[in-house]
């Protein structure tokens, strides 16, 4: 009896010790370490996410999208949360078109509480790997960027990073407007892990929605030209602009190589860059109508001005001749322009002086940005007159020994074509409705010269010019001719075997609708601006003229 008593009372003395220790216990998590495990359990239940902003779509000036935002997932995995990483892995990997093998090495770590499955990935991939039912796979929303024309100005366009935020072209030069304003979720979920209560603290806002001025048949065409120039001359390089010469509105800008939009990765990295902005080039013969404009102004020449020309020139310790031989020679300063003399360009060079000629070159807006919408534009290169060198009027007026940019040279014969306005190209049409303000045009040469200019600039596609196998029944077509040795950096000298090859030209000429600019590196098996950049000019404006609805002139 005595025994059996004990043994109640050790029994009633333990469990009185564990009413003890759980009474300690529960004041020491209730009182003591209660505000921790609360913030705890809230942090673990309670999240604060945020919710991206739909970016704005970008379209061209008839609301042809050339790029748009989809609802999309950054789909990740918490690695200890997930019971059987094996058979998780054989069965989201072909959903997101992985390896399996991949995948499970990402599912199978323990050295860490977060792993990405996958970034961006497309609603209908996410929802079906949510209906998986997986525990510890998590789902965070997002946007995927497209580009449905895939191809189609995709140097203008850019892209975005992964984080959402634009890293080139104009998807970079108007994140700001293109990004919106990011909203914020409060989620609460059970001990399970599912979600009991959604509520958006802050609703997110769009972005804006962005008018190009950009007409996508018009680029689609200008893109097939320049391929077809890749294709037969195999260059390094190629760019086209459209404008409209008259508002500096672009309506076509290509570049070649072209670029998928939507697999940036998969081209070279320098066929990434909008070389209408990005590159600097020494012009050659395109510049000798600046020389002429300038002389003009200066009322050295009129276009009908005769020169009795040598065959080759002395300038301080040069000799220059033309590309082709020719003997003495009698010619006007309209001739000059159509065959593309260097002497007689540098005659007429001679006759306005350095002085007034680097004033021209610098008030036709050379050597400083044009001022376009577009990122990354080069200033271009002008030496300073105290660094002219005797020989240098030798060869400035001809286009060696200064370098422009594609942009450059196209707002400056847009000025030839308008009557004498410089005006800002530009590809930005309209943000969210708005018609966007550009920059007033300022008047860099008078009406009469420009004038002058676009007649002259005629005989460069007629019999005799550098140019005169392109033409437009029905269109009278004006333009300049360009053919320049680039130098070898090795030597420090000009190549004799790589060149740029160029055209810019208008139509119709006498009333100009449109300015086309052709810039080709390095051409393989031709040279001349008028072999391989000419023809592309004739099937661009073939096009555009009859697209636009231009009549005849």
Not at 32 to 57: E, Y
Not at 296 to 308: C, Q
Not at 449 to 468: D, E, F, N, Q
Not at 531 to 538: L, M, N, S
Request: net charge positive; hydrophobic share 40%.
């Amino acid at each position: 009896m005595v025994l059996v008593e004990r043994r109640i009372g050790l029994l009633f003395a333990f469990f009185l010790a564990l009413i003890c220790l759980a009474g300690l216990r529960s004041l020491q998590l209730g009182t003591l370490k209660g505000g921790m495990l609360a913030k705890a359990a809230t942090s673990q239940q309670v999240t604060q996410d945020v919710v991206p902003a739909r970016r704005g779509t970008i379209t061209d000036r008839h609301g042809v999208e050339l790029a748009a935002s989809q609802a999309a997932d950054d789909v990740s995995a918490t690695p200890y949360l997930v019971k059987d990483p094996a058979k998780a892995a054989r069965q989201i990997a072909p959903l997101l078109g992985v390896d399996p093998a991949t995948l499970l090495q990402k599912l199978a770590r323990r050295d860490t509480g977060f792993v990405y499955l996958g970034r961006r990935v497309p609603g209908e991939t996410a929802d079906a790997i949510r209906k998986l039912n997986i525990a510890g796979i998590e789902f965070a929303p997002g946007q995927r960027r497209t580009y449905p024309r895939d191809y189609l100005a995709s140097q203008v366009l850019g892209g975005i990073n992964m984080e959402g935020k634009g890293s080139s072209g104009l998807e970079y030069e108007l994140d700001s407007r293109l990004h919106g304003t990011d909203g914020e979720r409060r989620i609460v979920r059970d001990g399970v892990g599912d979600d009991v209560q959604v509520k958006d603290l802050k609703r997110a806002a769009p972005g804006a929605r962005v008018e190009l001025s950009l007409d996508a048949h018009i680029q689609e065409k200008v893109e097939d030209v320049l391929k077809g120039v890749g294709r037969t001359y195999r260059p390094k390089a190629a760019t086209a602009i459209v404008t409209d010469p008259t508002t500096g509105e672009i309506l076509s800008l290509a570049n070649w190589p072209a670029v998928n939009a939507n697999d940036p990765g998969a081209a070279p990295a320098a066929a990434l860059m909008n070389k209408a902005v990005g590159i600097t080039y020494e012009p050659g013969s395109t510049f000798k109508a600046i020389t002429v404009a300038g002389a003009l102004e200066d009322h050295k020449v009129t276009p009908d001005t005769s020169f009795n020309l040598p065959p080759q020139i002395v300038v301080a310790d040069r000799t220059i001749k033309n590309a082709e031989a020719r003997g003495w020679a009698t010619m006007t300063t309209r001739q000059i322009l159509a065959v593309s003399d260097n002497v007689g360009a540098i005659t007429i060079g001679g006759l306005l002086g350095k002085q007034r000629f680097d004033y021209y070159v610098r008030k036709f807006g050379f050597g400083k940005r044009t001022g376009t919408d577009l990122p990354g534009e080069e200033r271009g290169i002008v030496p300073a007159l105290d660094k002219y060198s005797g020989s240098s009027m030798g060869n400035l007026p001809i286009g060696q020994g200064e370098a422009v940019t594609p942009m450059q040279i196209a707002q400056f014969y847009g000025a030839i074509a308008n009557g004498g306005i410089l005006r800002t190209p530009h590809v930005v049409r309209r943000i969210d409705g708005t018609l966007q303000t550009q920059p007033v045009g300022r008047r860099i040469m008078s009406a009469s010269t420009a004038a002058s200019l676009r007649m002259m600039l005629k005989g460069v596609l007629a019999p005799g010019g550098t140019a005169s196998e392109v033409g437009i029944p029905g269109y009278t077509l004006a333009g300049k001719t360009g053919t320049a040795n680039k130098i070898n950096p090795a030597t420090g000298e000009y190549s004799q075997s790589a060149y740029v090859a160029s055209f810019v030209g208008f139509a119709p000429a006498d009333n100009p609708r449109l300015l086309i600019s052709i810039m080709v590196d390095e051409p393989q098996g031709g040279i001349y601006g008028g072999q391989v950049a000419a023809p592309a000019f004739g099937k661009i404006a073939g096009f555009a003229l009859q697209y636009q609805k231009i009549p005849p002139k």
